[in-house]
């Protein structure tokens, strides 16, 4: 039974909160009406949040935070670039859940939350400690903020996405994020019309499409992060209007990638239809699925390889073209040129970096910083590769928490793969696993993936597999 406000239950701390927080709100903007006006307006939340049964607000707000972190700095206030939509949502999200922990309502975490969580929870609390020695407090304080900010729009989505039916709400607000991205992409390379945002508008002759991300590598990244999803429909669904769906995807989402020149998400992208070959072929239970897929990825093979010789179905640019070859990579590296020679620079003065720092890392967010401070510095201090800048950051530590989340995610979506008799838990097992697989190398496209929401977005819809695959099962499923 629910506790009276005379025990001390929820009506009675909503009650003082309310009191306190009036007094408070009225004092202050004796002084400064801003600000006394923002604690009246957490004062009105404080008391409506007492009212509610079940967070339901909280849901329409992660779901509503999950698609404007796609869309980023776009939507942000043109006099204040770094206030954009999906910062402000997430602060009010962080209100809105400390104001439902002290008015006494708990936040149950579900079966196979529990370890990602506590990973979260150490990633960041080390990152903190990492302050304690990095050379800029600033930039270490800003990654580590960025780290919570990521990974609990990470956890929220299992927690908000809890049964089928919202979890196909989210699914479905990120389909039409993800045509709206595309349509951005379209109307870059047949007209040439560029968002603010991105680096290429003041690029006279540029090629590739940047959607709502910045630069072309970026946007190819999410294409690829994106693109399982979008092959395994034809495969695995049995409506044919979902289908054509998932084909039209994604033939547009490798279009656009060949597009971007690319190479590492092209990579990502061979990495994926191997990859749904291997799980399928050696599942028995799949036999009739494997042939879906080997005329899936045979017709996805077929755009692609003629078009990387300038000869495909849509014919791309020369610079995509020379931008795809791999014989060009190779003679940057010899020839110390180009972007193949700052790359592979980078990789050496990362792994040098780390192993000076003893293993415990320069400090969060404090890559950058150290590699700007290196003798024969060439400008370009982004490390473009996830997984070492981990290591240079938060040392051996944070790259052992980070490759805990990454196999927890894996084995667990692949695991759902092949366990599950349920088509809907297959599909979303399958292609979580996939898109983990590709980013082994797609996530050395983006120059820094702390703030990539398309990576922390799609490890929420892995967790959320995992967690909807225990439920549904009584945990025969998922561990």
């Known amino acids: 039974m629910r506790s009276s406000g005379a025990s001390g239950g929820p009506g009675t701390r909503a009650a003082t909160l309310a009191l306190l927080a009036a007094l408070c709100a009225g004092a202050l903007a004796a002084f400064a009406p801003v600000p006394g006006t923002v604690l009246a307006i957490v004062l009105l939340g404080v008391v409506l949040l007492g009212r509610v049964a079940l967070p339901d607000l909280g849901r329409a707000a992660v779901l509503v935070a999950m698609v404007t972190a796609l869309v980023g700095p776009n ?3 043109p006099a204040a670039r770094e206030a954009f939509a999906f910062r402000v949502l997430a602060g009010l999200i962080v209100l809105g859940i400390g104001t439902w922990l002290l008015l006494g309502r708990g936040v149950p975490v579900p079966d196979g939350l529990g370890w990602p969580a506590a990973i979260a929870a150490g990633w960041t609390g080390w990152a903190l400690v990492s302050t304690l ?26 927690l908000a996405a809890s049964t089928r039916r919202r979890l196909a709400w989210f699914l479905g607000a990120l389909g039409l994020t993800f045509v709206v991205a595309v349509l951005v992409a379209l109307a870059e390379i047949a007209t ?14 540029a090629f590739a499409a940047t959607s709502f991300f910045g630069n072309q590598n970026n946007f190819a990244t999410y294409l690829a992060l994106a693109l399982p999803y979008l092959l395994v429909l034809p495969i695995i669904a049995r409506d044919i209007r979902l289908r054509a769906l998932g084909l039209a995807g994604a033939a547009t989402a490798i279009v656009l990638i060949l597009f971007s020149g690319s190479k ?54 020369e610079q995509a073209v020379v931008k795809l070859d791999f014989g060009v990579l190779q003679d940057q590296v010899e020839s110390g040129s180009g972007s193949g020679a700052v790359r592979s620079s980078l990789l050496g003065t990362g792994i040098s970096i780390a192993a000076r720092s003893g293993g415990i890392g320069v400090g969060a967010g404090n890559a950058e910083v150290v590699v700007r401070e290196q003798e024969g510095y ?82 929420g819809l892995c967790l959320t597999t995992i967690v909807l695959a225990r439920r549904t099962t009584g945990n025969e499923v998922g561990r």
């Open 192 to 205: 040439g019309f560029r968002l603010p945002t991105s680096a290429l508008a003041e690029k006279v002759g």
């Open 75 to 77: 939507l942000a206030v």
């Open 264 to 317: 590492a998400n092209l990579l990502a992208t061979g990495i994926i239809l191997l990859g749904i070959l291997v799980v399928l072929a050696t599942d028995p239970a799949m036999r009739r699925a494997f042939m879906a897929a080997v005329a899936v990825v045979g017709l996805s093979i077929m755009l692609i390889v003629p078009s990387m010789f300038g000869a495909g179905i849509v014919p791309l640019p």
């Open 133 to 158: 020695w990095a050379t800029s407090t600033a930039d270490a304080l800003r990654w580590t903020i960025f780290l919570l900010m990521m990974s609990g729009l990470m956890l929220a989505i299992p």
């Open 378 to 459: 060439a400008g370009v201090a982004n490390l473009h590769n996830w997984a070492l800048e981990v290591l240079v950051d938060t040392g051996i530590i944070g790259l052992a928490l980070f490759g805990a989340l990454y196999l927890y995610a894996l084995v667990g979506n692949l695991r759902v793969a092949r366990r599950t008799h349920d088509p809907w838990l297959r599909y979303m097992g399958l292609s979580g696993a996939l898109a983990l697989l590709g980013f082994l190398l797609g996530s050395l496209g983006p120059s820094s993936a702390i703030h990539f929401a398309p990576m922390w977005i799609t490890f």
